[in-house]
């Protein structure tokens, strides 16, 4: 008996051990940047081959009669990678791309010229072109290859001599970039890149919106880069963006019990599209509210009215309305923080499958229930055996 336990338990432990493998195997194929997807990948390899077939077709039927030099040099392989796998780093944007390459191969002829050792000169090559690069702010991998090139390309590349730098090297990176900004008009990335925009103050003040204000800032974010003492390959606008939208996702997540339908108040006080103004101005003062939904025959939501609309002589609330906010019953509450912070929603009708009016929720239902939740957090710690230390060290 005993026996077969040992054997069962031996070809158990075979198969976990089998498992495990396979996993690190699969986990090779992983794509390792963040946001990476099949979809990418496969549109990253089509923007290459036709970035790099037009690049070369154009060089070899113009531009060949101008010198014995290659028509399209190894290092826009390299570029293409960047250009069309990765279009929002910092080190595949134009200038990065046609900056470094150029720079690069001009630091590898001079030194060509001057060190007759093509080990030493390359090696001296690239050096100096890293520090070129760095300090014109256009630095870029391949440009690495395309001062080694300018050194140990051969006597086609020798013969060229300073000729080399504008023909290829300068004319193919113009032409990949060209190239790589047409495709990318289709392909569905922002390129050359730009970070998204900040978010800005609707009360039209130098304070930053009060979603964010609570949060990262610039001088956390710089921190932080300090202390971690490495170059990221990433754009500082955009990691702070990304920052900002994962702190908001884990506050979401910590808050994502509740529900829209939950705290929602349902006994709206609404108007009509063919109310009069002074009829909806008359019961936002009566019962203290800022605004009010507007909603047809059908009890759908088709606006929004406030104090600030009912200022002019319109006939009706319909010529006056905003758009109205909405949401649905089963939307976790905390998403109405964006927008119930930006300053010029003050309430989101909540609404069913049709539109149909269900309720609303207001900015302060909204932090009664961040504050009641944050209460029942407190009380939890407090209550656990381990105490609130424990709890904040998990």
Known sequence: MHREIRLLLRRWKIILLKKRENRRRLALFRPILPGANLKDRLIACCGAMLGLAATGLLCHNLLTHITSAPALVAPMGASAVLLFAVPASPLAQPWSIIGGNTLSALVGVM?????????????????????????????????????????????????????????????????????????????????????????????????????????????????????????????????????????????????????????????????????????????????????????DRRNVVVGLVGHQHLVGDAATVAAVMAPPVTAGPDTPAFRLFGPLSDGGTHEVAIVDGSGGLLGVVTQTDLLLVMARTNLLQSLESARSPAGPVALASR
């Open 111 to 295: 030194v060509a010229a001057l060190i007759p050792d093509p080990m030493l000169a390359g090696g001296v090559a690239v050096a100096l072109a890293i520090a070129t690069m760095s300090m014109t702010r256009c630095l870029h991998p391949p440009g690495g290859a395309a001062a080694l090139t300018a050194v140990i390309g051969g006597p086609a590349v020798a013969a060229s001599g300073m000729q080399f730098v504008f023909y290829p090297v300068a004319v193919n990176s113009i032409l990949l970039v060209l190239a790589g900004w047409t495709f990318h008009r289709f392909s569905g990335h922002s390129y050359p890149h730009r970070a998204p925009p900040k978010p800005a103050n609707s009360h039209g003040t130098a304070d930053p919106p009060a979603r964010t204000r609570g949060g990262l800032t610039a001088d956390d974010l710089d921190e932080a880069i300090r202390e971690l003492g490495e170059a990221l390959d990433v754009n500082r606008d955009d990691l702070s963006a990304l920052l900002e939208k994962a702190e908001l996702h884990a506050m979401e997540r910590m808050h994502s019990g509740i529900t829209c339908g939950d705290i929602m108040a349902r006994d709206v006080v609404t108007v009509s599209p063919e109310t009069k103004p002074e009829v909806a101005r008359a019961r936002l003062i009566e019962h203290a509210f800022r605004t009010l939904p507007v909603v």
